[in-house]
């Protein structure tokens, strides 16, 4: 692929939606802010389209990706939703919740976009740059996060830039995204099982009260969502958790009163150290070689966020699958 120039362009300048919107239905690739973090989106139901995510992203091709929609009724048309799924789709969307759901036979979905799946993970996301690109192409957007795989989730337009800066042609910038981290995934199979397959700032207690039933944990040794592989989000520098004073070289990320060299949250609020956390990781990683972070409550937001740092933790491969073809 030769490099080009990427652009940056307001989610609220009208034409650079109905340009991006053009972008993708020639069969191309934008990036674009979600509330959670940027997505890098495709039509999904171009085949050759999805599989430039694949490559532009470094993503091994057995890890599929997310639909974005924008409303229950497009979703319709590519999963099968019973009650309770429909009923958690009317209380949590637009938002930071992905249904993984059987999907609906034929589909003009690609393949590819669930790597040989009977399933496909849909989400409605609320923020407009993302929600009015779906309303403008009118078809269901691929979109996994906007990193090189195995990276840091980018959470502005300017994170997009530093690790597909060539790679694509544009970027809608929406600011810095106002949840931080990725969304919450779940499954509902044919047996109204509910599993939590990523944590996210919707969380496993909100959701089983909604659905009045139980939310299981994914303790499937098979992969179904890689996300949940060991390394991942990963920085630079190596990460020490739970610490509650700095060592040599380290620069620490504090949490309420461990103040580290920059706080998540001062006042320990758990959405704002969320918001906080990669954008708090990208800066130590320039400042340091070695980052600690201080412990974060196992509570509500903090499971999410405790998930997010145990990956970046995480001893990691030599080499992880980038720049191989999907
Ligand atoms: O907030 C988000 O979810 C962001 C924004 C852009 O919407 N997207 C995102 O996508 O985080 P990605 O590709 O970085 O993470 C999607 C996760 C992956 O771990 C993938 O394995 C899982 O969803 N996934 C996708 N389809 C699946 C399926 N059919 N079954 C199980 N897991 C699935
Ligand atoms: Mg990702």
Redesign the pocket.
Known sequence: MTDMITQVVSFKDKPAIARASAILEAGNLVAAA?E????LAADATNDIAVKKIYKVKGRPSN????C?VCDVSMADSIVHINETAKHLMEKFWPG?L?F?LPKREPTQIAATV??G?P???V?C?KHPA?QNLIQALNRPIA????NPSGKL?PTSAQDVVSGLQGKIELVIDGGRTDLGI??T?I?IDQYNTIKL??P?TITADEIAEAAGQEILDNNDHH??????LSSHYAPNAQIRLDATVKQEGEYLIGFGNIMGDRNLSDHANLAEAARNLFQTIRIADREADKIAIAPIPMVGIGIAINDRIKRAAAPRPPETNEGQPA
């Not at 959670?36 to 997505?39: H, I, L, N, R, S």
């Not at 890890?63 to 997310?66: E, F, M």
């Not at 979109?143 to 906007?146: G, L, M, Q």
């Open positions: 979600t959670t973090v940027y997505g890890n599929p990706l997310i974005h930071p992905t993984v669930s790597a799946l399933t496909i993970a989400r996301p993302m979109a996994p996060s906007a989730s990725e969304s995934i499954s397959l990523r996210g992969i179904t969502a890689p996300g949940q």
